[in-house]
Structures are given as structure tokens and as C-alpha cells.
């Protein structure tokens, strides 16, 4: 949220002068506001409930930031191959449960760290082994392309799993562009460094002790598989920065960590390059982390997982994990010959 | 210090206040939604931390008592003990329920499969052992038994230590720490820890 539109002079509630009806749990006040931002309504009344609420969550010692990330609405098509009759995870549960450990371990962290993230000015540059060289702009990453919806399953290595709709385009027709060489082999994507304002990139203790920056890859064919899309929101909605904002990679056959979050450079290379989680534990993440039921973390099952949907804490359901996650149409064809067991 | 009966009375009401007011502060946070949207893993860590927390507490109690010469200090650990075992109980529950959905296949499975969680299963057994004997009426029965017995809590800390080491994904920093504290802790007592071997 802007500047709050409070002037000295106008008549305003006292932070203890709110009647029972104002006291709405923390979950239904977010997503007010948001249905709020959502319709474009102004930003006073959304604000003088904002300072009103944050006053009461402060004593319970919720130290959340009283500015929340501006998101804005975005205008796309809907992708009618990718769309779903399973139930979406709420807007709420995919924006409070994240794993970006630039802002902390904790699932809540994210969110809790990263609602003053800067992405206007952002660059994305997609460089290495191709004959033209691009960099998109914060503008360009919402205009290059014409951005489709697509609704998603996302598998993480923790075995649960969310579903979700995500904004973007094809990440093979962004690569298409910049007209890779016939060196070409693999993809490596490289999230933003700026220790300043990712707390976890300062201090080994916040981010869990990745080195920093956080680096993925994929192969060419993987890359430009109909399925890798390039994220730039959720719901309809630029990303929140817990989510990866401005733009963020979504390979829904393989598990989350291989969904890089907030990239600044796509670069197209020879050989396969390092993958961060790769680097921390190579016996329990590999190259590839494509979802498969039948091989196991060495710590826990993958043979099924816990789905986020709506509703409270025992609404949630254990299902039994597809092979690729239920993409198997799509990219099965990518492994052929290759052992799953050894290439996990 | 010398502490009349009354006086003691209200330091275990104490006590227990103390060791109850981090489950209203989950029960606030998932339900506020500042344990985020989906607050699982939330509570199992929360609940763990707190079990080995209680547990690192219930082992400070004697050498304070010795060192400061509080004999009734020592009155408290029984009731310091069990609340370890109230919330290893919540701990294991939460995961069972919250993110096994009660799969007791599944629970199966993993206890046999996976090291970390044999051992925590393998510590939580010493704790509800504890627990049972730690009536009154038993103690005397069971005599010099019951020390022995009892004197498991050792391995117990030593196996939750593990657990915790072995369960995170990366960030190892705590777990050391924690680690750091059970040597603390257990080398109080090392004269007692090597007479087990002598035996």
C-alpha cells in the first residue's frame, strides 16, 4: 500500500475505538483486503482498517509488516489445455506457505520478510549460448510475451502439494527468442543476490546454509517442453515477492525447489550445471528431482503426499503421488532409456 | 533457601503456568494465521522444540538444586518430566494426525524405514516408561530398580538430539547447538555417566 491518506485534522477512530465486529481473524482480514485491492477500491478505507487491525494483532505479538506488497491485476487469456477440475489451494495457503529461503526456513517467513521486496526496476537477462542476447525489463516481462493462465499441481519435496493458477508464458518461447546456438545443451537460471534485502543471503542462520545465489537448470528439451512456463502471477494477480515476484520459473513434473524463484539471468550453456539444492545434499537431491512415487527421499516416502485445499487443519488429504505428477503424457518421453533410480 | 509446603505449592503452580503458556501462544498463532496457511509443520517443529526444551529444563534441575543447595528444587522434576512427556505426546500426535492423516501404515512404514524418526520413536518410548513409573507407589515398589530405570533419561536426551539433527533438510545451526547443550548438561554428571561403564 502507498502513502497512507491521513492528514492531521481529519476526524479518525482511536486504535482502542472498534467494536466487536471489526475483530476479524488475521486469514479473512487478508483476504478482504485483498478482494479489496483486487476491485481497485481506494486505498483509504483499506488503509484505516489496516492500521485499525494491525494495532490489535500487535499484542499478540504478530509482528507481521503493516504495508503489505502491492500486488496489481494482470490481463491474460486462459490456457484451455491447462485447466482443472481439481480444487484450488486458496490464494491465502499459497501465499502464507512458502519456501524461499533467501527470507528465512520458516514456511511463514517469506511472507513475514519480504512484503518491502523491490522488483520495479528488475532485469532478466537471457545470455550464454545463443545468437541474440536479450534483456527483458520489469515492463517487458508483462508485455514480450502475451501472458495465459494456467492451473497447475505443485509437487514440493516435502510431500505436500498444492494446485494452483498460475500467469506467464512459455518459457520456450522466450528461449526462442534469443535463438540459442547449436551448443546449447542445458538451461541455468540464477534468482536475485542482493544480501541487503534478502535477510537469508546476510546470514547463514536465516538462509539455512544454501549458498547463495540460488541456482537451478534444466536440459534444452526440458526447458522447451510445452509444460516450463515462466510465472509472472497467481490468481490473476502480479506475484507476491514470498511467491517469487517479478517472475519465477514452474516445472510442475519436477519437485518445487526446481521452480526458481525472482530470476535475474536464463543462461544457455553446455554443460549441465550446478543446482543449489544439488550442491547442499547431492545423496538427496539431484539434477533432475522429477516427482516419482517409487523413489524415495532417503528421510521420508514420496509415494504419497499431504494436498493443501481449502478448509482447517484436519481438511487436508493424503493422496497417493503420481509418476512426473500426473505429466506424464508431456514429458515421459524426455527420460526414455535414462536409469529413474540413479538420475533422481 | 528453606521453602515451607505452601511456598512450594505455588512454585509448582508456577511451573506449571510456565510450561503451559507456549501452547496458548500455538494455539493463538495457527489460529490468527501467524503460523501461515498452512501451519503442519509449524506445529510439529513448535511442539518437538518445546519437548526438547522441557526435556534440556528437567536436566538443569538437579545441579541447580546441589549447587544452590535448594533441596526442594528437586520436588519440581517429577512434574517438570512429565510435561517433556506432554509434549513429546503432542509432537508425535500432530505428526501422525496432521500430516500422516492417521495412514498407520504409513506411520509404520516410516518408523521402520527412516533412522531419524526410529530414534525419536526409540526415545519416546524411554519417556512413556518414565512416565509410568513415575507414580509415587512405584517408586518405592520398584526401589533401586527405579533409578536405573529412570537413569534412561540420559540416552533419551542423547537420541533427541539426534533426531533433531537428522530431521532438518539443512539448516543445522540449531541442532548444534542443541547438541552443544546435551554435552553441557550430561557432563555434570560425567562421574555418574562413567560409573555405567565400570559396572
Redesign the interface.
Known amino acids: 500500500m502507498k502513502a497512507k491518506g491521513f492528514t492531521k485534522g481529519i476526524a479518525q477512530k482511536a486504535a482502542w475505538d472498534m467494536s466487536e465486529s471489526e475483530v476479524t481473524p488475521e486469514s479473512v482480514f487478508k483476504q478482504r483486503r485483498n478482494i479489496i485491492k483486487a476491485l481497485g477500491l481506494g486505498a483509504a478505507s483499506a488503509s484505516l482498517s489496516t492500521n485499525v487491525q494491525a494495532g490489535l494483532f500487535d499484542v499478540f505479538g504478530n509482528d507481521k509488516p503493516k504495508k503489505a506488497f502491492e500486488v496489481s491485476p494482470l490481463t491474460f487469456t486462459k490456457n484451455q489445455s491447462y485447466q482443472t477440475s481439481e480444487i484450488l489451494t486458496p490464494e491465502n495457503k499459497v501465499i502464507s506457505h512458502n519456501n524461499f529461503y533467501e527470507f528465512g526456513t520458516r514456511k511463514t517467513d517469506p511472507q513475514d520478510n519480504a512484503q518491502g521486496f523491490k522488483v520495479n526496476p528488475w532485469q532478466l537477462k537471457i545470455e550464454g549460448e545463443v545468437e541474440k542476447p536479450l534483456t527483458l525489463d520489469y515492463e517487458d516481462l508483462y508485455k514480450l510475451i502475451a501472458l495465459e493462465e494456467r492451473t497447475y499441481r505443485l509437487r514440493c519435496v516435502e510431500a505436500w502439494s498444492m494446485v494452483i493458477p498460475w500467469v506467464g508464458f512459455s518459457l520456450a518461447e522466450l528461449i526462442k527468442k534469443a535463438n540459442p546456438t547449436s551448443k546449447a545443451k542445458y538451461v541455468a537460471f540464477e534468482t536475485l543476490y542482493d544480501p541487503e534485502q534478502m535477510p537469508g543471503q546476510r546470514n547463514r542462520y536465516v538462509g539455512g546454509g544454501v549458498s547463495y545465489p540460488y541456482v537451478e537448470g534444466l536440459t534444452l528439451p526440458e526447458a522447451m517442453n510445452e509444460l516450463s512456463f515462466l510465472a509472472v502471477g497467481l490468481y490473476g494477480k502480479t506475484l507476491p515477492p514470498q511467491n517469487g515476484a517479478p517472475i519465477r520459473l514452474v516445472v510442475p513434473w519436477k519437485y518445487g525447489f526446481k521452480s526458481i524463484k525472482s530470476i535475474v539471468k536464463i543462461r544457455l550453456v553446455e554443460k549441465m550445471p550446478p543446482t543449489s539444492w544439488n550442491i547442499l545434499a547431492p545423496h538427496e537431491y539431484g539434477f533432475y528431482a522429477n516427482v516419482n512415487p517409487q523413489v524415495d527421499h532417503p528421510r521420508w516416502s514420496q509415494a504419497s503426499e499431504r494436498r493443501i485445499g481449502a478448509g482447517g487443519l484436519f481438511s487436508a488429504k493424503r493422496i497417493p503421488t503420481q509418476m512426473y505428477n500426473g505429466y506424464g503424457d508431456q514429458v515421459a518421453s524426455l527420460y526414455k532409456g535414462l536409469d529413474l533410480r540413479k538420475n533422481f | 533457601m528453606r521453602v515451607t509446603p505452601k511456598q512450594l505449592f505455588w512454585i509448582k503452580g508456577l511451573f506449571h503456568l510456565v510450561a503451559l503458556t507456549p501452547i496458548v501462544f500455538l494455539v ?15 506445529i510439529i517443529h513448535y511442539t518437538g522444540i518445546g519437548a526438547l526444551n522441557t526435556l534440556l529444563i528437567t536436566l538443569l534441575i538437579s545441579p541447580i538444586a546441589k549447587k544452590m543447595k535448594w533441596p526442594w528444587l528437586m520436588r519440581t522434576r517429577r512434574l517438570v518430566g512429565l510435561y517433556v512427556f506432554a509434549y513429546a505426546t503432542l509432537h508425535i500426535a500432530a505428526y501422525f ?5 492417521f ?1 498407520w501404515r ?1 506411520l509404520g ?2 518408523i521402520v ?2 533412522p ?1 524418526i526410529l530414534v525419536g520413536a526409540v526415545a519416546y518410548l524411554i519417556l512413556v516408561a518414565l512416565t509410568v513409573t513415575s507414580l509415587k507407589k512405584l517408586m518405592s515398589k520398584m526401589g533401586r530398580k527405579w533409578q536405573t530405570l529412570h537413569n534412561l533419561i540420559y540416552l533419551a536426551v542423547i537420541l533427541v538430539a539426534i533426531h533433531f539433527f ?2 532438518v ?6 541442532p548444534s547447538i542443541y547438541i552443544g547443550l546435551v554435552i553441557v548438561l550430561l557432563s555434570f554428571r560425567w562421574r555418574k555417566l562413567i560409573g555405567f561403564f565400570k559396572d
Open positions: 493463538l498463532n495457527v489460529f490468527s494465521g501467524g503460523a501461515g496457511g498452512d501451519p503442519v509443520q509449524y494426525s496432521l500430516d500422516l492423516l495412514e504409513l512404514e516410516e524405514k527412516r531419524y537428522w530431521s533438510k539443512s539448516e543445522i545451526i540449531q
